[in-house]
Each structure stands twice: as C-alpha cells, then as structure tokens.
Nanobody
Framework: QVQLVESGGGLVQAGGSLRLSCAAS???????MGWFRQAPGKERDFVAA????????YYANSVKGRFTISRDNSKKAVYLQMNSLKPEDTAVYYC??????????????????WGQGTQVTVSS
C-alpha cells in the first residue's frame, strides 16, 4: 500500500509563488508521479508529471513556463514549484503516483494512488 501526503498549499496574491510537496510511503523504490488539480464544479485536470528517473517532465499548456516539477527519489518525494500564479490556478491540487519505473503521463488512468489534496487559492 502507498500513501501520499501533500503540503504547501495556501493563499497567495496573483503573481506570487508557492511550492507544493508530496511524500510517498510504501515498499516501492520508484514511482511515476504527477500533479493534478480540480476547481469547484470542474473535472480533475492534469498539471505536470515526471518519470521515475526525473527525465522528461511534462506540463499542461496552461502552466508551461510558470510551474516546475521535480523529484527526490532518496526521499520518495515530488515537488511543484508554482510561479507567476494566476487566479485561474485556484484549485485543490492532488499528487498521484504509480509504483514502478514508468515514464510521465497526463492521464488519471495511469495513476493508482492519490493524495488527499491541498488547497491553492490565488487572489486577484
């Protein structure tokens, strides 16, 4: 069983920055990891993903150039640095993973475990 614990959400003004963290616990050494977000009344959308090795990060067009995903395998952790935040970035952000040496993926179907979510609110 894998558990994901997110942290780092909060309230920030437009143009500000936040850094989300997600730590995985479980018996596996490598994970495909990604970030998704869900605004009220909307579907859960892909934000960013990273392969088990840290190569080839993948971003949604809406965050490309503003967000950076990274990972530390020694800590089984993934991070999302969010800069130049906009009010439309307001959502609950979820960390997700699939154990194993997999590449990055934007599909929710390619992840097996999800965190509880952390709220990010960007005021205008």
């Amino acid at each position: 069983q894998v558990q994901l614990v997110e942290s780092g959400g909060g309230l920030v003004q437009a143009g500000g920055s936040l850094r989300l963290s997600c730590a995985a616990s479980g018996p596996f050494s490598f994970y495909r990891m990604g970030w998704f977000r869900q605004a009220p009344g909307k579907e859960r959308d892909f934000v960013a993903a990273i392969s088990w090795s840290g190569d080839n990060p993948y971003y949604a067009n809406s965050v490309k150039g503003r967000f950076t995903i990274s990972r530390d395998n020694s800590k089984k952790a993934v991070y999302l640095q969010m800069n130049s935040l906009k009010p439309e970035d307001t959502a609950v952000y979820y960390c997700a993973c699939r154990p194993g040496p997999y590449g990055a993926s934007y599909s929710t179907n390619d992840y097996d475990y999800w965190g509880q979510g952390t709220q990010v609110t960007v005021s205008s």
